[in-house]
């Protein structure tokens, strides 16, 4: 058999060579019939036939030819016995492909149990009528789970992205694709349920965030008082996200996912002669994949020296990190400092700054979690998209954006600015990058995908003066086109206290409450003492919260309505009476009476300070930026607002922490006094927490019924379960909860 098989390749090998002759190119050398890795002649003995089982199998009878494999040959027969397995592809989904599908599947049962019918029974029976039926059924839904009221599909694109993940659904259960005729059909159906349902065709505005939108948030992130963040890092990590984001386009997942293995740290040598650069080399693993892991992108982003500000240096915020989490390899590097007194050896063109190999999987981008003495940051958990989102939004309405700062106004803005400077490329020879280092930085197959689904529907280009033959007024159609045009610092974006209390006059809101008064005395009756709250009452409260906050979002929507109606005609009478416009300084707006001893310290080095003479003290002033990130990762923000509503609803009293003519040292001293009274009205747990701010430290309660109700509330029922327990100012540990309890009451005075 081997000898056969041998004779055949030297023919083959044989008919390719007379063939090339032929051609005029010569492969005989290229080309030789002896095998150089293993020859089968060497294996089996051609004098020796396989025995055959009864079954007609080959019996291997030379047991040493397998010693070096892992399986035996039972392994793999096994395999081959095996059931068919090609419906195991559907397990190649992402993790959020996957929970997608969930959702939609469970919406066929939920369905399919209304119409009183078997789920599966007619997913193998599908037709256009229970397809019809079932989109119909869906479009109608406006109570989801729990009681929660459905935001409903509103534009036409939704329902056509429903109908294709509907398709990967039934190819997941059923093993087979929606036939075409079905599928042919669905699109008179889509169509017909559009026009009866009102859907528009038009979506929302993809919005892009150019560079000059993006300065105006990291200004904000690094300044604004008005975001509340739980510890200061979050703010940190956010700047980090929207540089990187801004920087790459890569998706947000992709970014919340970096880890310490896909980042590079090292001393570059400037080729032509500069000083040596800190380079940092971000590899975007998690990148959207279907049926396996693409190829990965790596980054490098060189440190840009004599910066106006480090409002655009991941350098800055990423080194701050890393030395917060002590996370270089080398035990003495410790500090920017020692950073800057680095060099490059003779000979050598970089100094690699290795990580710590322990630190691999740590996320850059960390949750926060609740502990006994306030919150802090995860050691191994991601921040989840919920919580960027979020953050972002806010950091948008803030700022004065009209258009709501999604994540994805980053990918956009970045995607936009590659394609424009590939067209540089094209017609003046500027620019580094082209179509296919597009493709490949934004993980697309081809431009096409930019092309439908991220380049701006407003067209950027000043088309009269091409037609015209003029030179285009391009400053001009960028402010035209950008977020930044629609900045109105003015623009409500929340409620006032009066008009949130006013949806309390509501007659549905009313109706509710006194619903659940009713309910409350009855259950107080039948108990006769303490009513315990059952589980019509509970979703009684919950609905009432809920309708409250949809009668609360409706109120803001009018007002800002109105506001986008009106404004503009009172600015342009105020002007016309004569009234001046006030021309205030950029940099008044950056401080406040809310603005931290530690956030100050990191406006004044990230933004405020300018470029420097000399490159010492240029490295001084870099230094100085990422001791100030170190330090902001290290407190927790708290309350920023004066006016926050503590227990009970009573308005936060600062009458001690108005006394900053006082030294620091002397407030706390007095504050000290007091957790140590038989019934104090300052936490001692929060004042021994050194990461929260002087006023939330020595914040003083209403009663000492208030003060226990934010011990429980704040530390016991955030104690973590390994979670070692200390006061801080005694300085003694404390075992478990019961020792917490106990030490509150007998040394603080504060009873839980």
């Given at each position: 058999?081997?000898?056969?098989?041998?004779?055949?390749?030297?023919?083959?090998?044989?008919?390719?060579?007379s063939q090339s002759t032929e051609s005029g190119e010569s492969e005989w050398e290229e080309t030789n019939c002896e095998t150089d890795l293993t020859d089968l002649t060497d294996l089996v003995d051609d004098s020796d036939a396989d025995p055959v089982n009864s079954d007609g199998r080959a019996a291997i009878s030379s047991n040493w030819l397998f010693s070096d494999n892992i399986r035996p040959p039972e392994y793999y027969q096994a395999l081959v016995d095996e059931p068919d397995k090609s419906g195991d592809a559907q397990q190649q989904y992402s993790e959020g492909s996957t929970v997608l599908l969930d959702g939609i599947e469970d919406h066929w049962f939920r369905f399919a149990r209304y119409i009183q019918r078997d789920p599966q029974k007619i997913l193998q029976s599908l037709s256009l009528n229970i397809l019809e039926s079932f989109f119909d059924w869906r479009l109608s839904q406006r109570i989801g789970k729990g009681g929660r009221r459905l935001r409903g599909t509103k534009i036409k694109n939704s329902l056509s992205t429903y109908w294709k993940v509907f398709r990967l659904v039934y190819e997941r259960a059923t093993d087979k694709k929606i036939s075409g005729e079905i599928t042919r059909g669905m699109h008179k159906v889509l169509r017909k349920l559009a026009q009866k349902h009102g859907l528009k065709s038009q979506g929302r505005e993809k919005a892009c965030m150019y560079i000059e939108d993006l300065t105006e948030v990291l200004r904000t992130n690094l300044t604004t008082t008005e975001k509340r963040y739980q510890h200061g890092r979050l703010r940190i990590q956010l700047q980090l996200y929207l540089q990187l984001a801004g920087f790459t386009a890569n998706r947000p997942g992709a970014v919340l996912e970096l880890r310490y293995r896909h980042i590079r740290v090292s001393v570059l040598r400037d080729q032509k002669g500069g000083p040596n650069k800190i380079l940092l080399e971000f590899t975007f693993e998690f990148t959207k994949s279907f049926l396996g892991v693409k190829d990965i992108n790596t980054f490098p982003i060189p440190e840009r020296m004599y910066d106006q500000s480090f409002t655009f240096s991941p350098h800055a915020i990423l080194l701050g990190l890393i030395f917060n989490d002590r996370a270089f390899a080398a035990p003495s590097l410790t500090s920017p400092e020692k950073l800057s007194a680095l060099q490059i050896e003779p000979g050598y063109n970089q100094l690699p700054l290795p990580l710590k190999p322990e630190m691999d999987d740590i996320p850059i981008f960390r949750r926060v979690i609740k502990k006994s003495n306030g919150f802090d940051i995860s050691p191994s958990k991601p921040m989840t998209y919920s919580v960027l989102r979020s953050s972002m939004v806010r950091?948008?309405?803030?700022?004065?954006?009209?258009?709501v700062t999604r994540p994805y106004v980053l990918r956009y803005g970045a995607g936009k600015a590659f394609n424009e400077n590939g067209i540089l490329v094209l017609i003046a020879a500027k620019g580094s990058v082209s179509e296919a280092l597009q493709n490949l930085m934004m993980d697309h197959a081809n431009i096409r995908t930019f092309q439908k689904n991220y380049l701006h529907r407003r067209v950027t280009a000043d088309t009269a003066a091409i037609v015209r033959e003029v030179e285009p007024q391009e400053s001009v159609m960028r402010s035209a086109c950008n977020m930044s045009r629609w900045i109105d610092p003015n623009r409500p974006w929340k409620l006032t206290g009066e008009q949130a209390e006013s949806v309390n006059d509501d007659s549905v809101v009313r109706s509710l409450v006194e619903r659940k008064m009713r309910l409350r005395q009855r259950a107080s009756r039948r108990l006769k003492g303490s009513p315990t709250p059952n589980l019509e009452y509970n979703t009684l409260k919950r609905r009432i919260a809920n309708e409250k906050?949809?009668?609360?979002?409706?109120?803001?929507?009018?007002?800002?309505?109105?506001?986008e109606s009106e404004q503009p005609v009172r600015v342009i009478e105020r002007q016309l009476a004569g009234v001046k416009v006030k021309r205030e300084p950029k940099t008044d707006s950056y401080f406040s009476n809310d603005t931290l001893p530690e956030q100050r310290r990191l406006i004044e080095t990230m933004i405020l300070r300018p470029p420097q003479p000399t490159l010492k003290e240029e490295a001084v002033r870099r230094n100085d930026a990422i001791n100030a990130v170190i330090a902001y990762c290290e407190i927790q923000e708290g309350d920023m607002y004066g006016s926050r509503k503590r227990s009970g609803g009573r308005p936060k009293d600062i009458s001690v922490t108005k006394e900053y003519t006082l030294s620091q040292s002397k407030v706390l001293e007095r504050a000290k006094e007091v957790v140590f009274q038989k019934r104090p009205t300052i936490c001692f747990v929060c004042l021994g927490n050194k990461?929260?701010?002087?006023?939330?430290?020595?914040?003083?309660?209403?009663?000492?019924?208030?003060?226990?109700?934010?011990?429980?509330?704040?530390?016991?029922?955030?104690?973590?379960?390994?979670?070692?327990?200390?006061?801080?100012?005694?300085?003694?540990?404390?075992?478990?909860?019961?020792?917490?309890?106990?030490?509150?009451?007998?040394?603080?005075?504060?009873?839980?």
């Open positions: 058999m081997a000898g056969r098989i041998q004779k055949d390749s030297c023919i083959s090998a044989a008919s390719s060579r950091l948008g309405q803030i700022t004065g954006f009209k258009q906050a949809r009668l609360r979002a409706a109120l803001l929507k009018e007002i800002q309505e109105r506001y990461t929260l701010p002087l006023n939330v430290r020595v914040y003083s309660y209403s009663r000492p019924g208030d003060l226990s109700k934010h011990f429980k509330r704040k530390h016991l029922l955030n104690i973590q379960e390994g979670e070692s327990l200390e006061c801080r100012l005694c300085k003694i540990p404390l075992v478990h909860k019961m020792d917490f309890q106990r030490h509150a009451v007998q040394v603080h005075g504060t009873v839980s």
